[in-house]
């Protein structure tokens, strides 16, 4: 048996590639583009990038940073590079050294814009519709000029709650929308949805729909079943088994105590890597082996560096064997329910570990 002592991640790019396409027959008649704005959620903005832009023939990507931007432009050369936070003192270097297309949110950035236009770029102008985070507001757009709406190469908004189908925000936003386009934006391009917004419907697709947190795997609908593929799996060595006495006290402040005799197994993963403290006492990870799936649980409290887990009643587990921690069947969207949050938090803070052994299948 190999003494292994790092985690694993595990970052399945062709079913990051069927999300696309699935998420893209959704929405046949708009350009499907992809958001890869922090690092891909955490899976390497420069590997995801370059495997839809070769593989999925992806030409327009969404970042939030410049420096985002200006990291995958050699894995994209043809593609438009969006830049959701826009266009400052500190990053317009990048926008012109990278060809980088910046999102307009307010009067000020505009007039930012206008100080330091690039050739051959019409920047996005951002409208607030009712989610009432960036955007202009309507009072503001009265003072564009005509010269100033034929300059933009796109429309945007956001959607505040399209992970409900039915929620009344949903028609308030794409009237707003519908309406404040017709009157200021009538022959531009338009974009209203990302992930979520892709499942409501084809009226609010519009020209362009930006694939994020779906295409991850990710279900963005919590009462909608899941038709993505899980594309991130996790695994931890176990690094030590041993008994545990009944009456003893597992971990950091003594939270749990062994009722009767137990065995224990130490799993080399913790919040130091990105797994949830929350899940002290309540986590579950599950070892794969002999042609069966044995759920474990998570006891005490979750360390920097390790969980303990109770194995109690499982024969076949021997140090240096993987436990999956994340995969097909426990997914983000079940740890984020069983850890008190979101999915995207929690691929977002697994992903961007650096402590992590990386492995992309493709």
């Not at 985002?68 to 500190?90: F, H, K, T, W």
Request: aromatic fraction near 10%; charge should be negative.
């Amino acid at each position: 048996m190999p003494v292994l002592t790092r985690p694993v991640l595990e970052i399945n790019l062709p079913a990051l590639l069927d999300n696309y396409y699935n998420l893209q027959k959704l929405a046949p008649n708009a350009i499907a583009a992809a958001v890869v704005k922090d690092d891909a959620y955490g899976l390497g903005a420069e590997e995801v990038s370059a495997y839809l832009y070769k593989y999925g023939n992806c030409r327009h990507f969404f970042v939030a940073h410049a420096v985002e931007g200006a990291n995958i432009r050699s894995q994209i050369p043809e593609a438009i590079i969006y830049v959701l936070q826009g266009m400052g003192d500190d990053n317009v270097s990048l926008f012109k050294r990278y060809n980088l297309t910046p999102v307009i949110s307010s009067s000020e950035q505009l007039i930012f814009w206008k100080q330091n236009r690039i050739t051959d770029i019409k920047p996005v102008v951002h409208i607030e519709t009712g989610l009432n985070r960036l955007g202009f507001r309507e009072q503001d757009l009265a003072g564009l000029s005509t010269e100033d709406i034929a300059g933009f190469g796109l429309v945007m908004s956001h959607l505040a709650c399209a992970d409900v189908c039915g929620h009344f925000m949903n028609v308030k936003q794409l009237d707003n929308f519908i309406r404040l386009r017709n009157q200021y934006f009538k022959d531009i391009p338009a974009s209203l949805s990302a992930s979520d917004g892709v499942f409501l419907g084809e009226e609010y697709h519009f020209d362009m729909v930006r694939l994020g947190a779906a295409m991850y795997g990710i279900n963005t609908a919590p009462n909608r079943p899941n038709t993505m593929k899980a594309i991130v799996t996790v695994k931890a060595p176990v690094l030590e088994i041993a008994p545990l006495a009944q009456g003893e006290y597992v971990g950091y402040s003594a939270t749990y105590r062994a009722d009767t005799q137990r065995n224990i197994a130490i799993v080399s993963i913790g919040y130091g890597d990105g797994y949830p403290r929350s899940l002290s006492n309540v986590g579950k990870v599950y070892l794969h082996k002999n042609h069966q799936r044995s759920e474990i649980r998570v006891i005490g409290r979750v360390s920097m560096d390790n969980l303990i887990c109770d194995v109690t009643g499982i024969s076949n587990i021997e140090v240096g064997d993987m436990v999956n921690i994340l995969d097909d069947t426990y997914t983000l969207d079940n740890i984020g329910q069983d850890a008190g949050t979101i999915s995207y938090e929690i691929l977002s803070r697994i992903g961007k570990n650096t402590r992590f052994e990386r492995r992309y299948l493709k």
